[in-house]
T-cell receptor, first 113, second 111 residues
Framework: ETGVTQSPTHLIKTRGQQVTLRCSSQ?????VSWYQQALGQGPQFIFQ???????GRGNFPPRFSGLQFPNYSSELNVNALELDDSALYLCASSFDWEVDTQYFGPGTRLTVL | GESVGLHLPTLSVQEGDNSIINCAYSNSASDYFIWYKQESGKGPQFIID?????DKRQGQRVTVLLNKTVKHLSLQIAATQPGDSAVYFCAEEVRDDKIIFGKGTRLHILP
């Protein structure tokens, strides 16, 4: 098991609602990346936070936003939920965005009805 | 464009045989490639990586081959075990902060 935890494990929301997902990074890691994984697909990069600043963003609309806290934990916020937002949301922590130090959490399964 | 794809969605292999999972990438500027394993209910797990200045890298029971001429990656797993059952993704780092994953190949181990 990695030291990366995510909460909640599962979540059901309705279209138009807002959701906040949380991620606690591995001890010693200062970078958190968020990914969206639709069923049967590979993870898609949403954005990355390094030392509390956004450090890169994928092709996701502004209603996907995030935060990183001084302890390097992170939140992903999604506003105005759409049906297509249903997916597994993964966070991964690393040290100085070095991919070979990256550990993924188990994910949060979001279902939008 | 940026895309990483896989040739086969499902691969069935007899326990004890070697497994080979293939992957094509399209971004010729990519210089870092990674293979991940994702078991049911878990996040992806880093297996092995390779930089574009290499054509082969070996780990414990795994080997990654990179053919830059045809933009092709493969992951070889020696003596496949039941615990190797998972979905395997190839991925490429397009810059320090962005990794592009392929769609994945499910490896199924036959007893």
């Amino acid at each position: 098991e990695t030291g990366v935890t995510q909460s909640p494990t599962h979540l059901i929301k309705t279209r138009g609602q807002q959701v906040t997902l949380r991620c606690s990074s591995q001890s010693g890691h200062n970078t958190v990346s968020w990914y969206q994984q639709a069923l049967g697909q590979g993870p898609q990069f949403i954005f990355q936070y390094y030392r509390e600043e956004e450090n890169g963003r994928g092709n996701f609309p502004p209603r996907f936003s995030g935060l990183q806290f001084p302890n390097y934990s992170s939140e992903l916020n999604v506003n105005a939920l759409e049906l297509d937002d249903s997916a597994l949301y993964l966070c991964a922590s690393s040290f100085d965005w070095e991919v070979d130090t990256q550990y993924f959490g188990p994910g949060t399964r979001l279902t939008v009805l | 464009g940026e895309s990483v794809g896989l040739h086969l969605p499902t691969l069935s292999v007899q326990e004890g045989d070697n497994s080979i999972i293939n992957c094509a990438y399209s971004n010729s500027a990519s210089d870092y490639f990674i293979w991940y394993k994702q078991e049911s209910g878990k996040g992806p797990q880093f297996i092995i990586d390779i930089r574009s200045n290499m054509d082969k890298r070996q780990g414990q029971r795994v080997t990654v081959l990179l053919n830059k001429t045809v933009k092709h990656l493969s992951l070889q797993i020696a003596a496949t075990q039941p615990g190797d059952s998972a979905v395997y993704f190839c991925a490429e780092e397009v810059r320090d902060d962005k990794i592009i994953f392929g769609k994945g190949t499910r490896l199924h181990i036959l007893p």
